[in-house]
């Protein structure tokens, strides 16, 4: 297991991602983090807590004309953490092979999360991060450092494992403010 993954430099990752970067670092110092994966782990927890205090109703709502609804985004999460750890493990075990990128307004449809209850969404969401995160503990430097391309751009693993923290570290925020203050 790493002792630290090291926030990733600016050419490890596509400027798309910086946002997400940023996220991640503001989060932990807020939090008083000082790794990463103390991060993930968090947010684990924190997901499982929030999740469990929102009426079942809830799921179908959007805090504006044509956003997603709660389930929506919180499915898209779910997805997106999928997709940022397969490539973080194509990435960490060397293959060179481009991965192709994923259009997220197509996959929201079909993921009928409508269909879903909410409790559904928060058990997978907390299986999928407990599998992400045992992936992560188990790489170490080298495989942390290797890099590979993904939706066309360069991208390292290391840069991978911090932007799933800092994409659920803004849809936690944005579930806040957005699905949960009204």
Do not use: N
Not at 25 to 33: C, I, S, Y
Not at 47 to 65: D, H, I, K, N
Not at 76 to 92: G, K, M
């Amino acid at each position: 297991m790493p002792t630290d993954i090291f926030r990733p430099g600016d050419d490890e990752f596509a400027p798309y991602y910086a946002g997400y970067i940023d996220q991640a670092a503001r989060t932990m110092a807020a939090r008083g983090l000082s790794h990463v994966v103390q991060l993930l782990e968090a947010q684990r927890t924190e997901c499982e807590t929030l999740l469990g205090t929102v009426p079942e109703e809830r799921a179908a709502y959007r805090y504006a004309p044509g956003k997603w609804t709660l389930a929506e985004s919180l499915v898209h999460v779910i997805d997106t953490e999928r997709v940022f750890s397969y490539r973080l493990l194509r990435i960490a075990r060397g293959d060179s092979t481009p991965l192709p990128g994923f259009e997220q307004d197509d996959w929201v449809p079909a993921s009928r999360a409508g269909q879903r209850t909410l409790a559904s969404i928060a058990r997978e969401l907390g299986a999928v991060r407990t599998a992400t995160l045992e992936l992560v503990k188990s790489l170490d430097a080298e495989a942390l450092a290797q890099r590979g391309v993904a939706s066309g751009k360069g991208v390292s693993a290391r840069a991978l494992v911090w932007m799933m923290a800092g994409h659920l570290a803004h849809h936690l925020t944005l579930t806040r403010e957005q699905y949960l203050a009204s």
